[in-house]
Structures are given as structure tokens and as C-alpha cells.
């Protein structure tokens, strides 16, 4: 009984001994012996080259795991029901007791400018600052119409970028008030509707509604104006819309302007703010009102904007730390592969040259024939090798 317990041990060790065989065995990464490696001048410059691009791939890499991009997603717009909110920043060179504004949708609904707009009189003639700001403004604007991918920077760096509203005038001009700045914000319908502005103030009446223009001298009419801002939605600071910092001048006291406007539902979230706003396209026209030549209409600006039927949903987004990871081991194992493959290549090319130039061209010796008539082509092992 004690020789049996004591060869327990025995037969778990012989266990423990086979199973660490099988596993030797099935090692992909088999180790050979310093003894026989053999070290290269040529190894160890692709080596070298090897290591310092996988150096900058590696760098390269991970700035693009740092950054972020914004992914769009289109769907239908299924909420009807909401009000549409429309901020708005315009100056009009007319004094304010000689202008109003309001909006009629296509329900013919009438949103009066008292429910939220404020009449502010103003200098027209923008101080230096302020110049340099809608110089700085419009800039922005056409680099926005060259390159669209600065739209994803402007939406990434929402809330944290400045306020892009007007400054205050830094100077204490004496001038007096010559224009009308009307801001504020006013919620209406989604529908298609028509903001606008437009001598004397707004009226309900039984078909729409009116203007009291009666009163205002002909003369008196200007309308340049400049929009400093008009937004869609949410208000989110650090946007800037396309008709920000958009100036006009008025070569006549009856000119008419109008955009036209494509509202598009847009819900914006970034690992920093979710918001509920819109974007929006807008084409320009202006022409003179001159009933006898067959251009009728109103004296004023109107804005008509119209609404998507699709919601775009813009998300920023992040390569995850697992994709980050299987890529690197990618660019590592690839240059490492590459690089081994492509200095065997090249040794065995080199190899090849070298032994040609050392043994010189392969020249075939004089054939020597044999009794049935045969010859014999081969290279001689001695040089007194005889048949």
C-alpha cells in the first residue's frame, strides 16, 4: 500500500509533463538560438526604416482615434404638431414708427411682431468694430459655400466657440437714431409661411391682414437693410446661419426684396450639447416695383420659407478603442511582414547579380560524343574528366 500511494505523485507528474509537450508542440512562435541568427548590415537598415514608419503610421494613428466626425441620417419629419421658433436680428434703415413686421403662414394664421419682437432705434452705419466683425462674418460665409466640411467643425464646436451676434458700438456717437433694428424671436406654425417687412404697421383684417402705409411719406422709403442674424429652432450659440451678416442696399425707394427660404428639421448631438434646431437653404431675388412696366408687388423685405418633409439627425462620433487597436496591430504586423518580404527579395536579387559577376556568363563546353552517336552537353567535374 505505501509503494502504490507514493507513485501518485509519479503518474501526476508524468500527466503535467505531457500535456506542457502537447503545448510546446503547438507554440506557433518557436524560438531559435542566438547561435543561429546571423546579423546583417542590410537587415538592420530595413529594420531601421521599418521601425521609424511604424513610428509615424503609429503617431498618424492615433490623431485619428483623438478626432471625431459627424454622421447624417435622414428621416421623415413626423412632428406637426410643435411650434416653429424663428429668431431674428434685422436693421432697416427706416425709422421704426414707419415700419412693422409680422408673419402669415399658408393657414393664414397672422403672428403679430408685438408677440415677441422688439422695435429698437439704431444707427444704420456700422462703427469700425462692428465693420470688422461682418468683414470677418462674411468671409466665414463664402468659405462655408466653398468647402462644406467646415459645416461638421462649426457643429462640433457649438456652445464653445464666441457669440457670433453683433458687438456693441464702441463709440458714443452723437449721430441720431436713422434706422430700426427689430429682434427678438416669434413661434408660428410648420407650415409654409411669409415673414416680412414692409411700410406701416400690421392690421388683422377678415382676409389676412393690412399695413398702415398711408400715412408715410413716399419719399421716406429705405429699405436697406442688414440682417445680423436669422435662425430656425433652438437657439444654439456658435452657428452661423447663411444669411448672417447679409447687407443690402436700396437703389430705390420702391424695392422690393425677397428670400426664399427651405427649412430643414435638424437635431444635432455632440459629445458636448443636444439640440433641436434647423438649417436652412435660401435663394436671393430684389427687384423695383414699377406697375407700369409689369413689376407689381409690395415695397418691403419678405422672407418665405417652406419646410422639409425630412429630419437630418447629425451625430459626432468616435472610432472605439477596440478598432483603434486591431488597426495598429494591422499597421505593425503589415510592416513587419512587408518589409521581410521585401529585403529577401532584394538579397536574393543581389545574391543572384553578385555570383553572375563573380563567376562569370555560363558558357557551354565543347560537346564530346559517345559510340551510339549521342553527345554529352554537361560541365566537367575535373578538368581531366575523359569518356
Known sequence: MKEEEEGFPEDEATESEKTLSLVKELDAFPKVPDSYVETSASGGTVSLIAFTTMALLTIMEFSVYQDTWMK?????????????????????????????ADVLDLAETMVASTDGLVYEPAIFDLSPQQKEWQRMLQRIQSRLQEEHSLQDVIFKSAFKSASTALPPRE????????????????????????????????IPHPRGHAHLAALVNHDS?????????????????????????????????????????????????????????????VTERERVINHAAGSHGVSGIF???????LMVTVTEEHMPFWQFFVRLCGIVGGIFSTTGMLHGIGKF????????????????????PYEDGHTDNHLPLLENNTH
Not at 434706422?179 to 404697421?201: D, Q
Open 303 to 309: 422672407m418665405k420659407y417652406d419646410l422639409s418633409s
Open 171 to 202: 463709440d458714443d456717437s452723437s449721430q441720431p437714431p436713422d434706422a430700426c433694428r427689430i429682434h427678438g424671436h416669434l413661434y408660428v406654425n410648420k407650415v409654409a409661411g411669409n415673414f416680412h417687412i414692409t411700410v406701416g404697421k400690421a
Open 221 to 281: 422709403y429705405n429699405f436697406s437693410h442688414r440682417i445680423d442674424h436669422l435662425s430656425f429652432g433652438e437657439l444654439v450659440p456658435g452657428i452661423i446661419n447663411p444669411l448672417d451678416g447679409t447687407e443690402k442696399i436700396a437703389l430705390d425707394h420702391n424695392q422690393m426684396f425677397q428670400y426664399f427660404i427651405t427649412v430643414v428639421p435638424t437635431k444635432l448631438h455632440t459629445y458636448k450639447i443636444s439640440a433641436d434646431t434647423h438649417q436652412f437653404s
Open 349 to 368: 536579387i543581389v545574391e543572384i547579380i553578385y555570383c553572375r559577376f563573380r563567376l562569370g556568363a555560363y558558357k557551354p563546353v565543347n560537346s564530346v
Open 72 to 100: 447624417y441620417e435622414y428621416e421623415v419629419d413626423k412632428d406637426f404638431s410643435s411650434k416653429l421658433r424663428i429668431n431674428i436680428d434685422i436693421t432697416v434703415a427706416m425709422k421704426c414708427q414707419y415700419v412693422g
